[in-house]
């Protein structure tokens, strides 16, 4: 990850906060909405320009700070995002859809105009781009903040560097060395269940192994991570080629990282396993899906 | 006579409410021409992707389909699968897992709603355009429906770690038991909230609300003993009375072509579903706590008047609060904190009362336990007819002749009551009847 610019410089007025939101569940703005006390105070250290779900509604406002939640995957949304890159000093890309085009980048790994076709009567009345991605696919964005959903105190942490004048801390662990912190037992080792910690940037908190359950990848790939290892791993375990690549296919399927094994082990699954029920056989995984995901480095 | 004019009032970003939405009106000649309630959240197609995935990855599949109601999404896509495999749902250890739902549930009931009513509709009444504007001058009642809201997002994260995105449900019940000790720390908490929770009942009933009755059919899940929460019966004001089998008999879904977010009618008639339509069929089913406070109220329930919704959210999370009391005050752990299921051939079919009303889903499963089909209805597309109707009738009862910024408004605070979740009803386009 390259290092990020220097926050912006307010000067004597209040710092400006613009909350936008693409394609999504809107489960990341509730890190602000779910925020309590700390919402109010925040609301009375800057001025909330735009924030619809709050609100607030100003979509054209100038703002120092822009939280951008969810993914791009209409084309109205690819000329919404262009504008506001150009009204905001910092985007902060909050979640997994805005990180990596969410759970909704899955279409990405199949047919998606076959699939839109076979979903509505009318297709002719549905704008979508033919794939989901990440908001770094369309424009410069200073700092991704990944996860599904992002945590309040991620996203808090991050105005409070911002607001402070610093550049903000990002996590680059693996879920397995948060594991190890908090000494938990590694599901992995012990119960031998497919736990993408080991692949997996924290930022959670390790709560899946917590609960002693597998991780599922829903902050997205860490750096330099060893995905085909654990894959290959997972098929020992006894997964089929099937199951080994739905352990990629959750929020985090845009992530090149995880689109590679999701698409490698679906093709290894191809010629042994009949299609799936209804499902797989329409969808063709070519190099064609591939090329236009690389949502971000 | 009027004079021969046509106006349009456009509301283009819809604040304060779950997803992306406006809405449209067209006047002409004194009359409306056209309204539309335009949904254009980008669809994300859940249900086709879901496709070629096994049941046991549903939980943290479909909670995405809703940031504000993950847990909803999670129980009623287990009550479909477990009511196709149809364990013993009368043993001791599934009769604990199916009371832990409940307390996970009314997490989700207590936060969703605190969060509609002070955040999104309080400001409407008050005559604020936000919730932090609001502040100022009701900072005491914002931090008291902030601390519910809290409590409620504590309940969710004592089964699932954290509330958005729950990661502790699973099928045939929970990852893990809660610890006695965290158990008993939220207890303490709950048994704290109750005063706040039935001040909240009082204020919401002293709101100065327009009053705006009207013609509509409720329809809700019907427990035998129970307030509705999770699976049983589906029964309307009209006298339907069915089971979640057969859901599809009954009730149609088409795509308009200014929404992608589908329509649903009940015998070809628009429906209300939500807080109001549960608690207008269930008020026999309220704790003896909330029947006795609603005693005290100048609101008669049933109530036709859509603008009672806040009240109604205002009772249920007391309702959630007293039955979450009573769970965590005589909870003990349970290991496993799951029943083993025997999975099989066929179709799930499945429903749970989510925040905002009845959301039903529908899997085809084959012997692997793969899905080969996936049908889910959320509650915003079933109301979104209804909200349209309550619209044009809104629009008129406050006089198309009022300016703009009137009608636009008195637009939104209509739209508000029924809490439409947008990023919900959006992801579920499908082939349906031709017609």
Redesign the interface.
């Known amino acids: 990850m390259t290092m990020p610019p220097k926050p912006p410089a307010i000067g004597a007025r209040r710092p400006r906060l613009a909350v936008h939101?693409?394609?999504?569940?809107?489960?990341?703005?509730?890190?602000l909405?779910?925020a309590?006390?700390s919402?109010?105070a925040l609301?009375e250290r800057v001025d909330?320009v735009h924030?619809?779900?709050?609100?607030?509604?100003d979509?054209h406002a100038e703002a120092d700070i822009a939280l951008v939640e969810g993914s791009i995957?209409?084309p109205?949304?690819q000329t919404r995002i262009q504008a506001v890159r150009s009204r905001s000093r910092w985007i902060l890309s909050i979640g997994a859809c805005a990180t990596a085009g969410?759970?909704?980048a899955?279409?990405n790994l199949?047919d998606s105009a076959d699939?839109?076709a076979?979903?509505?009567?009318?297709p002719d009345?549905?704008s979508?781009l033919p794939a989901?991605s990440a908001i770094g696919a369309h424009v410069p964005v200073e700092l991704e903040l990944p996860g599904?959903?992002v945590?309040t105190e991620q996203v808090l942490a991050a105005l409070t560097s911002l607001l402070a004048g610093a550049a903000p801390l990002t996590e680059q662990d693996k879920v397995c060395l948060e594991c190890k912190r908090r000494g938990q037992v590694c599901v992995l080792v012990t119960k031998g269940e497919p736990c993408l910690g080991p692949v997996t940037v924290t930022g959670?908190?390790a709560?899946?192994p917590?609960?002693?359950?597998d991780c599922?990848g829903?902050y997205g790939p860490a750096e330099n991570p060893e995905v085909a290892t654990l894959a290959e791993r997972f098929g020992d375990l006894g997964l089929d080629a099937?199951?080994v690549a739905?352990r990629f296919?959750?929020?985090q399927s845009g992530a090149q990282p995880f689109h590679r094994a999701a698409r490698d082990w679906r093709q290894r699954a191809r010629p042994a396993a009949p299609p799936?029920?209804?499902?797989?056989s329409g969808a063709a995984p070519g190099p064609q899906p591939d090329g236009s995901t690389d949502s971000h480095d | 006579m009027t004079e021969q004019r046509t106006r349009r009032i456009d509301v283009p970003v819809l604040a304060r409410v779950e997803g992306e939405g406006a809405l449209e009106v067209t006047i002409r000649d004194g009359r409306i021409a056209h309204l539309a309630l335009r949904i254009f959240e980008p669809p994300r197609l859940f249900e086709r992707f879901l496709v070629g995935h096994h049941y046991s990855e549903l939980p943290d599949l479909v909670a995405r389909i809703c940031g504000i109601c993950p847990v909803a999404y999670q129980m009623s896509a287990l009550d479909a699968i477990e009511r196709l495999f149809a364990p013993d749902r009368q043993s001791p250890p599934a009769r604990w897992v199916q009371r832990m739902r409940r307390l996970f549930y009314c997490g989700e009931w207590m936060q969703s709603h605190a969060l509609h009513i002070h955040l999104l509709a309080a400001p409407d009444f008050l005559g604020f355009d936000s919730a932090p504007a609001m502040a100022a001058r009701y900072g005491a009642e914002l931090r008291r429906g902030l601390a519910l809201q809290a409590l409620g997002n504590r309940i969710i994260s004592l089964f699932g770690a954290r509330s958005v995105h729950p990661v502790g449900a699973r099928a045939g019940g929970f990852r893990r038991a809660p610890s006695l000790q965290q158990a008993g720390a939220l207890a303490a908490q709950a048994e704290q909230a109750v005063p706040a929770a039935e001040d909240l009942v009082r204020w919401t009933a002293a709101l100065p609300l327009p009053a705006h009755p009207q013609q509509f059919n409720c329809v809700s899940l019907r427990h035998p003993a129970e307030y509705p929460m999770i699976g049983e019966r589906i029964v309307a004001e009209s006298g339907l009375d069915i089971s979640v089998d057969d859901f599809e008999d009954h009730i149609t879904e088409f795509q308009v072509p200014h929404s992608t977010a589908l329509h649903a009618l009940l015998e070809g008639k628009p429906y209300l579903v939500g807080p109001l339509a549960r608690l207008n069929l269930n008020l026999d089913r309220l704790h003896p706590g909330v029947k006795a406070l609603l005693a005290e109220l100048d609101i008669e329930f049933p109530s036709h008047d859509m603008y009672h919704s806040i009240v109604a959210r205002a009772v249920e999370i007391l309702q959630a609060l007293l039955e979450a009391r009573e769970i965590l005050a005589d909870y003990a752990p349970q290991e496993p904190a799951h029943i083993d299921l025997q999975p099989r051939a066929g179709i799930a079919r499945g429903a749970s009362e989510a925040p905002r009303g009845l959301l039903w889903h529908r899997y085809d499963l084959d012997s692997a336990g793969i899905i080969a089909h996936a049908r889910i209805v959320p509650p915003t597309s079933q109301n979104q007819p209804r909200i349209e109707a309550d619209l044009a009738d809104a629009l008129v009862g406050v006089g198309l002749d009022e300016d703009e910024a009137t009608l636009r408004h008195a637009g939104e605070m209509v739209i508000r009551n029924y809490d439409p979740c947008i990023s919900c009803a959006t992801h579920f386009l499908r082939l349906t009847l031709d017609r």
């Not at chain 1, 924030?51 to 509604?57: K, L, M, Q």
């Not at chain 1, 076979?118 to 009318?122: I, L, N, P, T």
């Not at chain 1, 799936?276 to 797989?280: D, R």
Request: proline content about 4%; overall charge negative.
């Open positions: 939101k693409f394609s999504s569940c809107d489960g990341c703005q509730l890190s909405l779910n309590g006390e919402l109010l609301a909330i924030f619809a779900e709050a609100g607030i509604v979509e995957s209409t109205e949304e969410g759970p909704q899955l279409r199949g699939w839109i076979s979903v509505y009567r009318r009345w549905i979508a989901s599904c959903p945590s959670c908190g709560l899946c917590g609960l002693g359950r599922y829903c099937h199951a739905r296919m959750y929020q799936a029920p209804g499902a797989e």
